[in-house]
């Protein structure tokens, strides 16, 4: 379990540095943009876009803290798109 303090940590990195959640049940959620995530004291919501739409969020999920097994940093990508 990661405590808020420490998601929201991630989620307000200056620079904003993409991260990966890892869930108990091996799900992935790929946080891209901070606005795409928010820290709640037992939960997170994490927005997701729709297929084909990268920059708006029509869907999202509650993620419990308790269910949260591991945060990675994900590759940087440069500006053509490749890492």
């Known amino acids: 379990m990661l405590t808020p303090r420490a998601m929201v940590e991630f989620v307000s990195a200056e620079p904003f540095q993409p991260f990966r959640l890892h869930m108990a049940s091996g799900r992935v959620f790929d946080i891209v943009h901070p606005e795409f995530i928010k820290v709640g004291r037992s939960s997170v919501t994490v ?22 097994e591991s945060v990675e940093p994900l590759p940087a990508k440069t500006t053509n798109g490749k890492i």
């Open 47 to 68: 927005y997701m876009p729709p297929d084909g739409a990268p920059g708006a969020a029509d869907r999202w999920q509650e993620v419990s803290l308790m269910l949260l």
